[in-house]
């Protein structure tokens, strides 16, 4: 009974690949975001999307498009994969409580590796 | 807009001692904060959060954070460290509602047996 999934859990490729990395959140939540965590754990908003629209766009490379088929999912595609996209990218999902603020709930992360 | 500075990337400290991780904030509106906790290979997970109300907030595993508005700070404690809390430790600051959250750089919490 996961709350937030990712897949794939480790992802190694080669420099100039697509891939796509999936998030399903069971929780019922109307807002996805994706983070990117670099080697130096400084964690930074990607995306935000609340019932399936985009909400939050960070000044991010057009190569990573975020595509949320259902409120439930959360997918990134990144095209032409670059050395400096090795990271490890987590998904999140949040409900707008009282006043509007959310607790977060983190998927466990997608580490990717680019050769 | 918002941020927050995390006083120190790396905290040491021994089994049973204090634990002390600082946190200042900045924010334009009424801040929302949290300090979140992840153990190695794993996601974020919620320790604690301030909305509104008391100001002294108990989280999980025995951890607290004072939300101080005149010293903008939201520093978390432990009376007495255990070898599980080794971890990083993340503060974030949300205006709520239309607002980022926004976190902090990270203390690594390394504890001493």
């Known amino acids: 009974d996961t709350a937030v999934s990712q897949t794939p859990k480790y992802l190694v490729t080669q420099m100039g690949n697509d891939k796509s990395i999936k998030c399903e959140q069971n929780l019922g939540h109307d807002t996805m975001y994706w983070y990117k965590q670099d080697s130096k754990k400084f964690l930074k908003i990607m995306f935000s999307y609340n019932n399936k629209e985009l909400i939050i766009n960070e000044t991010v490379p057009n190569r990573f498009s975020p595509k949320s088929p259902d409120k439930a999912h959360l997918n990134l595609h990144i095209n032409s994969l670059e050395l400096g996209d090795s990271a490890v990218y987590f998904c999140a999902s949040s409900q707008e409580g009282q006043g509007g603020i959310e607790t977060q709930y983190f998927g466990p992360g997608t580490r990717l590796l680019v050769l | 807009a918002q941020s927050v500075t995390q006083l120190g990337s790396h905290v040491s400290v021994s089994e049973g001692a204090l634990v002390l991780l600082r946190c200042n904030y900045s924010?334009?509106?009424?801040?929302?904060l949290f300090w979140y906790v992840q153990y190695p290979n794993q996601g974020l997970q919620l320790l604690l959060k301030y909305t509104t109300g008391a100001t002294l907030v108990k989280g999980i595993n025995g951890f607290e954070a004072e939300f101080k508005k005149s010293e903008t700070s939201f520093h978390l404690t432990k009376p007495s460290a255990h070898m599980s809390d080794a971890a990083e430790y993340f503060c974030a600051v949300t205006g709520g509602g239309g607002f980022k959250t926004i976190f902090g750089a990270g203390t690594r919490l390394f504890v001493k047996a």
């Open positions: 924010s334009s509106v009424p801040p929302y």
